[in-house]
């Protein structure tokens, strides 16, 4: 029998700077390793990019829009930042004169989740009349509408290697597609309520999922898909997922106010960042980042603000 990998020592998180500038909750981040910028928007329509850096500057406001913002993905190499802009589609924002570049049409329905495709040139769209839209990368275009449910698609989660799309939804289950073909692989039924947030691990041997039931679950990716972790994580709904760039460490955040760091190999708990005991969000919070090459996690929440940490 094979016995568990070691737990990581303990890290220390600190809040070092709250990020304040929205008028109302924060749903929406986008950053990535390499890059101290992050993005932000939310229920007040603002898009806003962050330096993460310095986090005593102001953000720049980049654009304005008139419904609530769920998703953003910066696409760096054609320094785009696209935006599920909810009821009225998918809109590309050009970072370098912050210009409206791109714009797409779809079904008026709230945009839950985007994932770009770099091999297949792709942008995935989770939207919440249970639709699976496909656009094309060049010009951003409409190539297919998919429905996979009659609940919304919350959550999308890709693997270039393995060639499948997971898709996270609110009728409780998880489904893997092939890249390519759109078919269902696999279908991932142990949730027992809406799933909020997939996340392959950074090798790409796993798949994790979690949502209202509160339960993070992992997937063994390889080999079929078999459960093969299970942790009650927090006490109400995880809103999302994150590993660190390293694949150190993953963290989760939740309806219950708090940040949570975990073990990436074995899923101990290792840090609890809230109110009481790290100065953190008074409400839930809703998306997480890890920017920049300092190991710091940016988060965002209903409280109208960002913070930034260190992880140490």
Known sequence: MTSPPTPLPRPNAR?????????????????????????????????????????????????RVENSVYALRELPGRNLLLLGHNFQGVQAID?????????????????FDLVYSETRQRL???????????????????????????????????????????VGSSDW???????????VKTTLTEATNSVFTVAYSPDEQYLLAAGRDAHLRRY????????????????????????????????????????????????????????ARAAGHGTSVNKLVWPGSQQRLVSCSDDRSLAVWQVY
């Not at 190999?265 to 960042?273: E, I, P, S, Y």
């Open 173 to 183: 289950q998880v489904r893997v597609l092939d890249l390519d073909s759109l078919a």
């Open 15 to 63: 809040n070092i700077a709250p990020l304040a500038g929205h008028r109302d909750a924060v749903y929406a981040l986008a950053g990535r390793a390499g890059s101290d910028q992050v993005f932000s928007s939310g229920a007040d329509g603002l898009v806003v990019a962050w330096n993460t850096a310095d986090p005593a500057q102001d953000g720049e406001l980049l654009a």
């Open 220 to 275: 063994h990716a390889t080999d079929g898909y078999p459960l093969d972790n299970e942790v009650v994580a927090h006490m109400y709904a995880i809103n999302h997922l994150a590993f660190s760039p390293d694949g150190r460490f993953l963290a989760s955040c939740s309806l219950d106010k708090s940040i949570k760091l975990w073990d990436a190999a074995g899923l101990a708990l290792l840090r609890v960042l809230d109110r």
């Open 124 to 166: 995935y769209c989770a939207l919440a009349d249970g639709t699976l839209a496909v656009l094309r990368g060049s010009d951003f275009r409409l190539e297919n509408l998919l429905r996979l449910s009659d609940k919304s698609l919350r959550c999308l989660a890709l693997s270039e290697t393995r060639h499948e799309l997971a």
């Open 95 to 111: 970072l370098q004169d912050k210009s409206l570049a791109y714009a797409t049409a779809l079904p008026p329905v709230a945009i």
